[in-house]
Protein backbone atom coordinates (compact mmCIF):
# COMPACT_ATOMS: atom_id res chain seq x y z
CA UNK A 1 0.00 0.00 0.00
CA UNK A 2 3.05 2.52 0.39
CA UNK A 3 3.87 1.76 -3.07
CA UNK A 4 0.40 2.25 -4.18
CA UNK A 5 0.57 5.78 -2.56
CA UNK A 6 3.59 6.67 -3.66
CA UNK A 7 2.38 5.93 -7.03
CA UNK A 8 -0.52 8.11 -6.84
CA UNK A 9 1.97 10.97 -5.83
CA UNK A 10 3.32 10.19 -9.01
CA UNK A 11 0.22 10.20 -11.23
CA UNK A 12 -0.73 13.77 -9.62
CA UNK A 13 2.85 15.01 -10.83
CA UNK A 14 3.27 13.72 -14.30
CA UNK A 15 -0.35 13.61 -15.34
CA UNK A 16 -2.27 10.65 -16.35
CA UNK A 17 -0.73 9.83 -19.82
CA UNK A 18 2.77 9.10 -18.65
CA UNK A 19 1.67 7.35 -15.49
CA UNK A 20 -0.30 5.18 -17.85
CA UNK A 21 2.85 4.25 -20.06
CA UNK A 22 4.77 3.51 -17.20
CA UNK A 23 2.12 1.13 -15.78
CA UNK A 24 1.96 -0.73 -19.37
CA UNK A 25 5.80 -1.08 -19.10
CA UNK A 26 6.53 -2.20 -15.51
CA UNK A 27 3.26 -4.46 -15.73
CA UNK A 28 5.63 -6.73 -18.17
CA UNK A 29 9.05 -5.71 -17.49
CA UNK A 30 10.23 -8.29 -15.11
CA UNK A 31 12.43 -10.59 -16.77
CA UNK A 32 15.15 -13.20 -14.55
CA UNK A 33 18.51 -13.25 -16.01
CA UNK A 34 19.95 -16.63 -15.43
CA UNK A 35 22.96 -15.16 -13.69
CA UNK A 36 21.21 -13.48 -11.22
CA UNK A 37 20.42 -10.30 -12.98
CA UNK A 38 17.11 -8.97 -13.49
CA UNK A 39 15.98 -6.64 -16.57
CA UNK A 40 13.65 -4.15 -16.72
CA UNK A 41 12.89 -3.47 -20.30
CA UNK A 42 11.83 0.19 -20.90
CA UNK A 43 11.45 0.54 -25.00
CA UNK A 44 14.83 -0.06 -26.37
CA UNK A 45 16.34 0.70 -22.91
CA UNK A 46 16.93 -1.94 -20.44
CA UNK A 47 16.94 -1.65 -16.35
CA UNK A 48 19.35 -3.79 -14.85
CA UNK A 49 19.27 -4.81 -11.20
CA UNK A 50 21.99 -6.56 -9.82
CA UNK A 51 23.81 -7.16 -6.76
CA UNK A 52 27.63 -6.13 -6.45
CA UNK A 53 30.06 -3.49 -6.46
CA UNK A 54 29.84 -0.12 -7.85
CA UNK A 55 33.65 0.67 -8.65
CA UNK A 56 33.85 -2.87 -10.90
CA UNK A 57 30.99 -1.59 -13.48
CA UNK A 58 32.36 -1.08 -17.05
CA UNK A 59 29.40 1.36 -17.91
CA UNK A 60 30.55 4.88 -19.04
CA UNK A 61 29.66 6.08 -16.16
CA UNK A 62 28.99 5.32 -12.66
CA UNK A 63 27.57 7.01 -9.81
CA UNK A 64 28.80 8.35 -6.56
CA UNK A 65 26.41 8.89 -3.61
CA UNK A 66 28.43 12.17 -2.54
CA UNK A 67 27.98 14.64 -0.02
CA UNK A 68 28.05 18.46 -1.03
CA UNK A 69 31.47 19.56 -0.17
CA UNK A 70 32.32 16.50 -3.03
CA UNK A 71 35.70 16.11 -1.21
CA UNK A 72 35.08 12.06 -0.27
CA UNK A 73 33.17 10.51 2.66
CA UNK A 74 32.53 6.92 3.46
CA UNK A 75 30.56 4.14 2.07
CA UNK A 76 30.01 4.34 -1.91
CA UNK A 77 32.04 8.01 -1.97
CA UNK A 78 35.09 6.32 -0.01
CA UNK A 79 34.99 3.25 -2.37
CA UNK A 80 34.84 5.20 -5.32
CA UNK A 81 37.88 7.57 -4.53
CA UNK A 82 39.93 4.37 -3.28
CA UNK A 83 39.70 3.27 -7.05
CA UNK A 84 39.84 5.72 -9.16
CA UNK A 85 42.82 7.03 -7.40
CA UNK A 86 43.93 10.58 -6.08
CA UNK A 87 43.46 12.27 -9.41
CA UNK A 88 39.61 12.21 -8.57
CA UNK A 89 39.63 14.18 -5.16
CA UNK A 90 42.09 16.69 -7.33
CA UNK A 91 39.39 17.02 -9.90
CA UNK A 92 36.58 17.47 -7.35
CA UNK A 93 38.08 20.63 -5.33
CA UNK A 94 37.99 22.40 -8.71
CA UNK A 95 34.20 22.11 -8.64
CA UNK A 96 33.29 24.44 -5.46
CA UNK A 97 30.40 21.22 -4.21
CA UNK A 98 27.13 20.14 -5.34
CA UNK A 99 23.48 21.09 -4.06
CA UNK A 100 21.55 18.78 -2.27
CA UNK A 101 19.08 16.77 -5.45
CA UNK A 102 22.04 17.61 -8.18
CA UNK A 103 24.46 15.93 -10.28
CA UNK A 104 27.83 17.13 -11.50
CA UNK A 105 30.36 14.80 -13.36
CA UNK A 106 33.79 13.83 -13.50
CA UNK A 107 36.54 12.17 -15.10
CA UNK A 108 36.97 8.67 -13.94
CA UNK A 109 40.73 7.91 -13.80
CA UNK A 110 41.26 4.20 -12.73
CA UNK A 111 38.10 3.52 -12.77
CA UNK A 112 36.87 1.03 -15.57
CA UNK A 113 34.17 3.70 -15.97
CA UNK A 114 35.43 6.96 -17.78
CA UNK A 115 32.76 9.18 -15.74
CA UNK A 116 32.02 9.41 -12.48
CA UNK A 117 28.98 11.50 -11.91
CA UNK A 118 28.35 12.96 -8.76
CA UNK A 119 25.14 13.12 -7.20
CA UNK A 120 24.33 14.24 -3.16
CA UNK A 121 20.83 12.27 -1.96
CA UNK A 122 19.04 13.70 1.24
CA UNK A 123 19.33 12.62 4.79
CA UNK A 124 16.22 10.74 5.85
CA UNK A 125 14.49 12.01 8.69
CA UNK A 126 10.90 10.39 8.53
CA UNK A 127 8.76 10.25 5.25
CA UNK A 128 8.48 13.61 3.98
CA UNK A 129 7.56 14.43 0.58
CA UNK A 130 10.36 17.24 -0.01
CA UNK A 131 12.70 14.60 0.80
CA UNK A 132 11.06 12.14 -1.36
CA UNK A 133 11.42 15.12 -4.32
CA UNK A 134 15.42 15.27 -3.62
CA UNK A 135 15.96 11.83 -3.72
CA UNK A 136 14.09 11.97 -7.47
CA UNK A 137 16.18 14.94 -8.29
CA UNK A 138 19.46 13.54 -7.37
CA UNK A 139 18.53 10.47 -9.86
CA UNK A 140 16.79 12.62 -12.87
CA UNK A 141 19.71 15.57 -12.53
CA UNK A 142 22.37 12.27 -13.03
CA UNK A 143 20.69 11.11 -15.74
CA UNK A 144 20.56 14.77 -17.15
CA UNK A 145 24.41 15.30 -17.13
CA UNK A 146 25.00 11.93 -18.70
CA UNK A 147 22.62 12.79 -21.35
CA UNK A 148 24.68 16.13 -21.91
CA UNK A 149 27.39 13.99 -21.84
CA UNK A 150 25.97 11.76 -24.58
CA UNK A 151 26.95 8.85 -22.26
CA UNK A 152 25.08 5.73 -22.77
CA UNK A 153 25.24 3.53 -19.56
CA UNK A 154 25.03 4.21 -16.43
CA UNK A 155 25.20 2.46 -13.04
CA UNK A 156 23.57 3.92 -10.11
CA UNK A 157 23.90 2.40 -6.48
CA UNK A 158 21.05 3.00 -3.65
CA UNK A 159 21.49 6.86 -3.04
CA UNK A 160 21.07 8.09 0.06
CA UNK A 161 20.23 4.37 1.68
CA UNK A 162 23.56 3.93 3.69
CA UNK A 163 24.94 7.22 5.94
CA UNK A 164 22.02 9.33 4.80
CA UNK A 165 19.42 6.45 6.41
CA UNK A 166 16.81 6.26 3.76
CA UNK A 167 14.64 3.26 4.06
CA UNK A 168 15.52 0.76 1.57
CA UNK A 169 11.74 -0.15 0.12
CA UNK A 170 11.03 3.80 -0.20
CA UNK A 171 14.17 4.79 -1.82
CA UNK A 172 13.95 1.36 -4.41
CA UNK A 173 10.33 2.83 -5.25
CA UNK A 174 11.61 6.28 -5.91
CA UNK A 175 14.53 5.10 -7.87
CA UNK A 176 12.81 2.94 -10.00
CA UNK A 177 10.27 4.85 -10.91
CA UNK A 178 12.67 8.38 -11.77
CA UNK A 179 14.81 6.25 -13.63
CA UNK A 180 12.23 4.19 -15.67
CA UNK A 181 9.99 7.69 -15.94
CA UNK A 182 13.56 8.72 -17.23
CA UNK A 183 13.72 6.75 -19.88
CA UNK A 184 10.21 6.78 -21.53
CA UNK A 185 11.58 10.28 -22.02
CA UNK A 186 14.93 9.86 -23.15
CA UNK A 187 15.61 6.48 -25.30
CA UNK A 188 19.15 7.61 -25.84
CA UNK A 189 20.22 6.22 -22.76
CA UNK A 190 20.15 2.49 -23.60
CA UNK A 191 21.44 1.36 -20.29
CA UNK A 192 20.56 1.79 -16.39
CA UNK A 193 22.21 -0.68 -13.88
CA UNK A 194 21.17 -0.60 -10.01
CA UNK A 195 24.30 -2.12 -8.65
CA UNK A 196 22.80 -3.20 -4.85
CA UNK A 197 25.52 -3.81 -2.13
CA UNK A 198 23.64 -6.58 -0.47
CA UNK A 199 21.04 -9.37 -1.10
CA UNK A 200 18.66 -6.96 1.43
CA UNK A 201 18.87 -4.03 -1.28
CA UNK A 202 19.06 -6.06 -4.21
CA UNK A 203 15.86 -7.69 -2.64
CA UNK A 204 14.04 -4.13 -2.24
CA UNK A 205 14.85 -3.05 -5.47
CA UNK A 206 13.38 -6.39 -7.04
CA UNK A 207 10.15 -5.75 -4.96
CA UNK A 208 10.08 -2.39 -6.00
CA UNK A 209 8.91 -2.63 -9.62
CA UNK A 210 5.97 -5.20 -8.42
CA UNK A 211 4.51 -2.21 -5.73
CA UNK A 212 4.50 0.25 -8.45
CA UNK A 213 1.64 -1.70 -10.53
CA UNK A 214 -1.98 -0.58 -8.34
CA UNK A 215 -3.84 -4.72 -8.01
CA UNK A 216 -6.56 -4.91 -10.48
CA UNK A 217 -4.36 -3.56 -13.82
N1 LIG B 1 29.03 -0.55 -4.37
C1 LIG B 1 27.69 -0.44 -4.36
N2 LIG B 1 26.99 -0.05 -3.28
C2 LIG B 1 27.66 0.24 -2.15
C3 LIG B 1 29.09 0.16 -2.07
C4 LIG B 1 29.77 -0.25 -3.25
N3 LIG B 1 31.10 -0.36 -3.28
N4 LIG B 1 29.46 0.53 -0.81
C5 LIG B 1 28.32 0.82 -0.11
N5 LIG B 1 27.24 0.62 -0.92
P1 LIG B 1 26.31 5.36 1.32
P2 LIG B 1 24.45 7.64 1.24
C6 LIG B 1 25.81 0.85 -0.64
O1 LIG B 1 26.45 5.50 2.77
O2 LIG B 1 23.50 6.94 2.13
C7 LIG B 1 29.29 9.07 2.31
O3 LIG B 1 30.17 9.25 3.39
C8 LIG B 1 25.38 0.93 0.79
O4 LIG B 1 25.18 -0.39 1.31
O5 LIG B 1 27.54 5.13 0.51
O6 LIG B 1 23.93 8.37 0.03
C9 LIG B 1 29.16 10.35 1.47
O7 LIG B 1 30.35 11.11 1.46
C10 LIG B 1 24.07 1.70 0.68
O8 LIG B 1 22.98 0.83 0.34
O9 LIG B 1 25.64 6.71 0.67
C11 LIG B 1 28.04 11.07 2.15
O10 LIG B 1 28.51 11.81 3.26
C12 LIG B 1 24.31 2.62 -0.51
O11 LIG B 1 25.47 2.13 -1.16
C13 LIG B 1 27.15 9.97 2.63
O12 LIG B 1 27.99 8.83 2.81
C14 LIG B 1 24.51 4.09 -0.17
O13 LIG B 1 25.25 4.21 1.05
C15 LIG B 1 26.08 9.61 1.61
O14 LIG B 1 25.22 8.67 2.17
Given at each position: MIFHEHYTGINEK?????????????????????????????GSSVVELTQGD????????IVNAA????????????????????????ECRTLGGC???????????????????????????????STERLLESAYRRSL????AKEIRSVAFPAISTGAYGYPL????????HTVVDFLQAHPEIKLVRFVLFDQRALEAFEKAPEGLIPAGS
Open positions: HGPTEVTEARKSLDKILEWQGDGIVEIKIITQQDTEANRTLLGGGGVDGAIHRAAGPELLADTGDAVVTRGYRLKAKYVIHTVGPVYRGPDPEVALGEAASVAL
